[in-house]
């Protein structure tokens, strides 16, 4: 068992059931053009996390840890794509119009993408994911089981939509979730403020929260 300084408490890390994953890292959330920025927000507030984010995901491949990326998207024929959600708020583009960078939030189109510098490598589970949270109409939870999996550190976009959807989730599910500070970010610094915040409350209610430094000298 590994020791991370974290907060509320430290994280009792266990090398032989924690998996990274990282929410999201798609070119749709982090480059003009993409479902982002079609809502109205400045995108270069979430692409600044990508060199940390990068750093993370080396050093768990570096240390022979398990890592596995989600994508937000859907199918062609929107099939999978609740009118609830198409509809919801006054986009320039909707999910599934043509963009710049291909049909928006899209499974196959270019926007749709990781990012190339973060892109899996061979071996690296992707769970393609039509919520805002990576268990719901996926494999994640049965995957997980299969992998005996425990223990998820987070990394990726947004940190109080997607990010903090699926560490809920995982939370109920009876996963020990731990949030790197750096390697977060949403399109509105005050909410990954308040999100780190709410996560560690009350004696960790959701989870845990760390730096960077901390995970990257705890897990090397
Ligand atoms: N809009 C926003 O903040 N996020 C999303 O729509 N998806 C994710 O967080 N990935």
Not at 12 to 23: E, G, K, N, Y
Not at 52 to 72: C, D, M, S, W, Y
Not at 113 to 141: D, M, Q, S
Not at 182 to 193: I, L, R, V
Request: proline share 7%.
């Amino acid at each position: 068992m590994l020791e991370i300084k974290a907060l509320p408490f430290p994280f009792p890390l266990d090398p032989r059931s924690v998996a990274l994953i990282v929410i999201d890292m798609q070119r749709d959330f982090t480059e003009p053009g993409g479902f982002g920025e079609t809502l109205g927000n400045d995108v270069s507030r979430v692409s600044v996390i990508i060199p940390a984010v990068k750093r993370l995901l080396e050093a768990f491949r570096n240390a022979g840890l398990p890592v596995i990326h989600t994508q937000e998207c859907h199918k062609p024929d929107l099939s999978d794509l609740p009118d609830a959600k198409r509809n919801r708020g006054n986009p320039t583009l909707r999910i599934g119009d043509h963009g710049p960078m291909g049909r928006i939030l899209i499974a196959g189109e270019p926007g749709t993408a990781i990012l190339p510098e973060l892109a899996p490598i061979e071996g690296e589970l992707v769970i393609e994911k039509p919520g805002k949270g990576a268990f719901y109409a996926t494999r994640l939870g049965d995957i997980l089981q299969e992998r005996g999996i425990r223990q998820l550190v987070f990394a990726g976009v947004t940190t109080e939509v997607c990010v903090q959807t699926t560490m809920r989730e995982a939370n109920d599910r009876g996963y020990d979730c731990l949030l790197v500070e750096e390697a977060t970010a949403s399109y509105f610094p005050e909410f990954k403020q308040a999100a780190l915040e709410m996560i560690r409350a009350q004696g960790g209610i959701v989870g845990w929260t760390a730096h960077l430094t901390d995970v990257l000298e705890g897990i090397n």
